[in-house]
C-alpha cells in the first residue's frame, strides 16, 4: 500500500510539471518577439483547466489512498492483526497441505509393494540330489526337491507351506512337509497352528534342510525315528533376551505319536504320521533354550502323551521323550577360520506292552535313545586359492560321531555307533557339493560301512 | 549312556563358553565386512555398518542367522522378500521382535 501512495505522489508531480510547462513555453514565447494569439491562449487556457481539473481530481484520490494506508495501519496495530495472521496461516496450511498430498502419492508408488497383501510372497525351498553306495546294500542315486512358499497378508500374520517331490523305491512321492499359520502376538510371543515341524532339539526345525545339513546323511536317531519331523495341532513360541542372555521356547500340543503294534520287526516304535489320531489324548511337548553368549544355544526338549490306539489293548500306552541340544558357530582369528559345533541327545521311554509274535507273545523294556556329536570346521579366512576357481575358504571339513541304543527282539536291541568324515565344497552359500565316508558299527548285525555324495542347494 | 552324553555337552558347553570369551577380547572380522557370492557366483565382501541401527542390525544378522547356515547375500532379496524372509525366520528361529526389525531394516539397507 505503502508503495501505492508514492506512486500516486510521483504521479501528481509529472502532471503538475506538465500542467505548467504550457505556461511556462507560453511566456518564454510571449517574452519573444512573436505575440501570442488569443487562440493559442484560449487552448493554452483550456489545456491547464483540463489539467487542474486533473490534478485535483487525482490530488483528491491521494487524499483518499492516504486515509486508506492510515486505515489499514490501524487496522493492522490493532485487533485485526490476529485475523491477518489467521488468513496467512490458513493459506499457508493450504499450500502446505497441497505440497504434502504431491509427496503423499510419490511415496505411495514406492512404498506400496513394501507393504503386506495378496502379492507378498516368497518362493523358496531346496533341492537335493544323492548318490551312496553302502555296503551290503545295492548303490542308488536318489532326488528330492522340496518348493516352499511364504505369503505374508498382513504384519502379523504369514503362512508358509512346503510341499516335497521325491523317489522313494519304485514310488514317487508328495508330501506336504508342513503348512502353517503364524501369528505374532507380540515382540515375544507367536502362536502357530497346523502341521509344522516339531520344536523338538534343533534338527528337524533349523537343519534338516540339505543345504544346511553339513553331512549328506541324517543322525541315525532322526533316521530311525526317535522323534518325528512334524506335528499335527498348535503352539505358541517366542523369545525374550535376559540382561545379556537370551530366552526362547516353545510349547506344543499335537495329534502326537502313536504306537506301532502289528509288525514284529517295529513293533513298540512311534510313528510320527499321525494325521487322523488314534486316541482322544492329545501330546505335550516344548522346548527351552538358552543363549548365555549369542554363539551359544543350549536347550532342552520333551514330549509326552498317550500312544496307544484307543479301545485296543494298547490304549494305555504312554511316552515319555525328552532330550538336549547344543549348537556352537563362531569365525576364529587364530584358526583362520569358522567353527561349526552340534550336539544332540534323545531319550524314549515308552511304557512296556505285550505283543503277538509270530510263535509266542513277547515284550521287552521300551526304551531308546541317541546322541551325536558333529563338529565342523572352514577356514573362511585363509585366501590359499587352487588354480582360479577353487578356493579353500569354501572347503569344510565334517565329523560326526553318533550312537544309538534300541531295545526290541531280534537284531534291534544291537547298539549302533557310526563315524562320518565329510568335505563339503561351496559353490554359493546356498549350493553345496558334499562327498563323505561313513564307518558303521552294529554290534550282532550287518555294518552299513559307506560313501556317499550329494548336491544340495537352498533358496 | 544318558551321564555320560550330560557329561559330553556340558564338557561342550563349558570349552565353547570359554573359547568364546577369550576370543572376544580380540578384533573381531567377521563383524567389520562379511564375504558373500551374488547371483553371478562372484564374491563380494560388504562392510558392515560400525554404528547407528544399522550396525545392531547387521549383528544380529551374523549372530542368528550364521549359527545355522551361511549367510546370504542381501542382494539375493528385495526389500519386500526380505521383510516375507525374516519374519519366517522370525517364527523359525524365536527372534525376538527388536532383533525382526533390526535384521530387516539392515537387510533392505544393504541390498
Known amino acids: 500500500m505503502t508503495n501505492i501512495y508514492y506512486s500516486r505522489a510521483v504521479t501528481l508531480a509529472v502532471l503538475a510539471a506538465i500542467a505548467f510547462a504550457p505556461l511556462a513555453v507560453a511566456q518564454q514565447e510571449s517574452s519573444g518577439d512573436e505575440p501570442l494569439t488569443r487562440r493559442e491562449f484560449s487552448k493554452f487556457l483550456e489545456e491547464y483547466r483540463q489539467f487542474q481539473a486533473d490534478y485535483g481530481k487525482l490530488r483528491q484520490e491521494n487524499e483518499q489512498l492516504r486515509a486508506e494506508v492510515a486505515e489499514l495501519k490501524d487496522g493492522v496495530d490493532s485487533g485485526s492483526r490476529e485475523d491477518w495472521k489467521a488468513d496467512f496461516e490458513a493459506f499457508a496450511a493450504q499450500e502446505r497441505e497441497s505440497i504434502l498430498d504431491e509427496v503423499r502419492e510419490e511415496l505411495r508408488d514406492i512404498t506400496d509393494p513394501l507393504l503386506p497383501g495378496k502379492t507378498n510372497f516368497v518362493l523358496g525351498g531346496a533341492g537335493v540330489v544323492t548318490f551312496q553306495d553302502r555296503q551290503n546294500v545295492d548303490s542308488t542315486f536318489g532326488v528330492g526337491i522340496a518348493p516352499t512358499l511364504l505369503w505374508k497378508p498382513t504384519d502379523r500374520l504369514l503362512l508358509e507351506v512346503e510341499i516335497a517331490f521325491g523317489l522313494t523305491g519304485d514310488d514317487t512321492f508328495v508330501e506336504l512337509d508342513y503348512a502353517q499359520v503364524s501369528y505374532l502376538l507380540n515382540d515375544y510371543m507367536t502362536i502357530t497352528g497346523g502341521k509344522f515341524l516339531t520344536p523338538f532339539n534343533t534338527f528337524w526345525e533349523r537343519w534338516h534342510p540339505s543345504w544346511i545339513n553339513k553331512s549328506a546323511t541324517i543322525p541315525l536317531m532322526y533316521e530311525r525315528g526317535l522323534v518325528g519331523p512334524t506335528g499335527l495341532g498348535v503352539q505358541v513360541r517366542g523369545g525374550f533376551p535376559i540382561g545379556e542372555t537370551k530366552l526362547n521356547y516353545a510349547a506344543y500340543y499335537v495329534n502326537g505319536p502313536d504306537f506301532e503294534n502289528t509288525s514284529f520287526g517295529t513293533a513298540g516304535n512311534l510313528g510320527f504320521e499321525n494325521f487322523r489320531d488314534n486316541n482322544n489324548d492329545k501330546s505335550f511337548g516344548g522346548r527351552v533354550g538358552f543363549l548365555p553368549i549369542p554363539e551359544l544355544e543350549l536347550g532342552y526338549s520333551f514330549l509326552t502323551g498317550r500312544v496307544g490306539d484307543s479301545g485296543s489293548r494298547f490304549s494305555g500306552v504312554d511316552t515319555f521323550i525328552h532330550g538336549i541340544d547344543l549348537s556352537y558357530a563362531r569365525e576364529f582369528e587364530a584358526i583362520k577360520g569358522r567353527l561349526d559345533l552340534r550336539a544332540e541327545a534323545i531319550w524314549v521311554d515308552t511304557d512296556r506292552a505285550i505283543f503277538t509274535g509270530p510263535f509266542d507273545p513277547f515284550t521287552f523294556d521300551n526304551k531308546r535313545s541317541g546322541w551325536f556329536v558333529q563338529t565342523a570346521y572352514r577356514p573362511t579366512l585363509s585366501d590359499f586359492r587352487l588354480g582360479d576357481s577353487i578356493e579353500l575358504k569354501n572347503t569344510e571339513f565334517v565329523l560326526r560321531y553318533e550312537q544309538l541304543r534300541e531295545s526290541g527282539p531280534g537284531t534291534r536291541g544291537a547298539d549302533h555307533s557310526r563315524l562320518t568324515f565329510g568335505i563339503n565344497y561351496w559353490i554359493r552359500p546356498n549350493i553345496v557339493w558334499k562327498a563323505g565316508y561313513s564307518h558303521d558299527n552294529v554290534s550282532g548285525d550287518k555294518d552299513e560301512n559307506g560313501f556317499f555324495m550329494q548336491f544340495a542347494f537352498g533358496l | ?111
Open chain 2, 1 to 111: 549312556m544318558g551321564n555320560r552324553v550330560l557329561a559330553v555337552f556340558l564338557g561342550l558347553a563349558v570349552v565353547a563358553t570359554v573359547a568364546s570369551l577369550t576370543a572376544g577380547c580380540q578384533k573381531r572380522q567377521s563383524l567389520a565386512e562379511i564375504t558373500v557370492t551374488d547371483d553371478a557366483g562372484q564374491r563380494e565382501t560388504i562392510s558392515l555398518p560400525q554404528e547407528g541401527r544399522n550396525q545392531a542390525g547387521a549383528l544380529a544378522w551374523t549372530q542368528n542367522c550364521m549359527r545355522c547356515h551361511n549367510l546370504r547375500n542381501p542382494n539375493e532379496r528385495s526389500d519386500r522378500e526380505w521383510d516375507v524372509i525374516v519374519h519366517h525366520m522370525r517364527v523359525r528361529a524365536n527372534l525376538t521382535g527388536e532383533e525382526h526389525r533390526l535384521i530387516v531394516r539392515f537387510l533392505q539397507s544393504a541390498n
